[in-house]
C-alpha cells in the first residue's frame, strides 16, 4: 500500500522524499512500477476509492462498522475486516467521544417528575415517547445554547431552538416545534432532566395543555437521558470540535444544517440497524402499510 501511495502522489512530491518518509527504498518502488499489479490490488485499490467516497459523504466521521454498512447498502460484496483493514491502512478514521460539560441547574425549589420513562429507550412506533435536554455551542459572540427534542423511536430530531440565553423560552420553543411537526396523540411521555428550565410552571402548563406526560431524570444521574446525551455528544464530534464559529448566526445555520441535511437524512444510526432516522420511519410506515 504504500508503493501505492507513492504511485498516487509522484506528481506532487519527489519519489526520493516519499520512500524516505515511508521507509521504502527506491529500489523497491521502482521494482513495483515495473510489475503489474495484481488482480487483488486492483481491487482493494477501487474498493478504496468507494471507502474514500462513503467516508467523505459520513462527513468523515463513518467508523468502518458504518463505512462496511453503507457499502453494503450500496450492492458491495465485501467483509467487514477488509474494510477495517483497508482504512487503517490508509489513515481513514473516525473521530473518538470527548467529554462536554452539563448545562443541568436542579438547584431548584420547583416540583420534579418522577422517572416513569426509567431508561427503557426502546420503543415500538413513532411519538410515543420524546426525550429532550440542552447543550452549548461556544461562539466569537459568546454562548449559542441549543435545545431538542428527539423521537425515542426512530431517534430523529424532531423539534430544536437555539438562543443567547438558557431560559424556559428556549425549551418551549423546541417543544413547540416538535408538537407543530408532529401532532402527537394525547398520552405521548415526554422525557427530560430536572432542570429549571423543564420544570418551570410555564414549561409544566405546555406538556398538559398538549397532553404529555412528564417523567424527568433522577438527580445526577445522565444516563437516564442517555439518548439526548448521546445526540449532543454526536453533533460536538461531528461538527463543533471542528469548527471555529465568529458568530452565533454562522453556529445557528451549521447546526441547523448538520441536523436537516445530514443527521435526520444521511447518518447511518447503529441503534437503528445503521439506517438513518427518516428511513428507519419510512420503513416502518411500509410495514404497517402492508400488514
Same mark, same amino acid.
Given at each position: 500500500m504504500r508503493f501505492l501511495f507513492i504511485r498516487a502522489?509522484?506528481?506532487?512530491?519527489?519519489?526520493?522524499?516519499?520512500?524516505?518518509?515511508?521507509?521504502?527504498?527506491?529500489?523497491?518502488?521502482?521494482?513495483?512500477?515495473?510489475?503489474s499489479p495484481s488482480e487483488r490490488a486492483k481491487a482493494n485499490a477501487q474498493l478504496l476509492v468507494k471507502i474514500r467516497t462513503v467516508h467523505e459523504r459520513g462527513r468523515?466521521?463513518? =467508523?468502518?462498522p458504518r463505512v462496511h454498512e453503507k457499502l453494503t447498502a450500496q450492492?458491495?460484496?465485501?467483509?467487514?475486516?477488509?474494510? +477495517?483493514?483497508?482504512?487503517?491502512?490508509?489513515?481513514?478514521?473516525?473521530?473518538?467521544?470527548?467529554?462536554?460539560?452539563?448545562?443541568?441547574?436542579?438547584?431548584?425549589?420547583?416540583p420534579v417528575a418522577e422517572n416513569i420513562l426509567d431508561r427503557r429507550f426502546a420503543v415500538e412506533a413513532p411519538d410515543r415517547a420524546w426525550v429532550t435536554d440542552i447543550t452549548y455551542v461556544p461562539t466569537g459572540e459568546g454562548w449559542l445554547y441549543v435545545a431538542v427534542v428527539l423521537d425515542l423511536f426512530s431517534?430523529?430530531?424532531? =423539534?430544536? +431552538?437555539?438562543?443567547?440565553l438558557i431560559d424556559?423560552?428556549?425549551?418551549?420553543?423546541?417543544?413547540?416545534?416538535?408538537?407543530?411537526?408532529?401532532?402527537?396523540?394525547?398520552?405521548?411521555?415526554?422525557?427530560?432532566?430536572?432542570?429549571?428550565?423543564?420544570?418551570?410552571?410555564?414549561?409544566?402548563?405546555?406538556?398538559?395543555d398538549h397532553g404529555l406526560l412528564c417523567s424527568m431524570s433522577r438527580r445526577g444521574n445522565c444516563w437516564d437521558n442517555a439518548v439526548a446525551e448521546s445526540f449532543f455528544s454526536t453533533l460536538k464530534i461531528e461538527l463543533i470540535y471542528d469548527e471555529h464559529f465568529a458568530t452565533r448566526a454562522q453556529a445557528r445555520w451549521a447546526i441547523q444544517e448538520y441536523v436537516e441535511r445530514f443527521y435526520n437524512v444521511e447518518r447511518l444510526h447503529s441503534a437503528l440497524?445503521?439506517?438513518?432516522?427518516?428511513?428507519?420511519?419510512?420503513?416502518?410506515?411500509?410495514?404497517?402499510?402492508?400488514?
Open positions: 502522489e509522484k506528481a506532487s512530491y519527489p519519489v526520493t522524499v516519499m520512500c524516505r518518509v515511508l521507509e521504502v527504498t527506491r529500489s523497491g518502488y521502482y521494482a513495483f512500477e515495473k510489475r468523515r466521521k463513518y =467508523g468502518s450492492g458491495e460484496h465485501v467483509g467487514r475486516h477488509r474494510v +477495517a483493514r483497508l482504512m487503517s491502512e490508509n489513515g481513514i478514521q473516525a473521530r473518538r467521544t470527548r467529554r462536554f460539560c452539563r448545562t443541568t441547574d436542579s438547584g431548584h425549589g420547583l431517534r430523529r430530531v424532531v =423539534g430544536m +431552538a437555539m438562543s443567547e424556559r423560552q428556549l425549551v418551549l420553543d423546541a417543544l413547540g416545534e416538535a408538537m407543530r411537526l408532529r401532532r402527537p396523540s394525547v398520552g405521548l411521555l415526554h422525557h427530560s432532566d430536572r432542570g429549571s428550565q423543564y420544570a418551570s410552571i410555564e414549561y409544566q402548563g405546555a406538556l398538559r440497524g445503521y439506517v438513518s432516522p427518516i428511513e428507519y420511519e419510512l420503513m416502518a410506515q411500509i410495514r404497517r402499510s402492508a400488514a
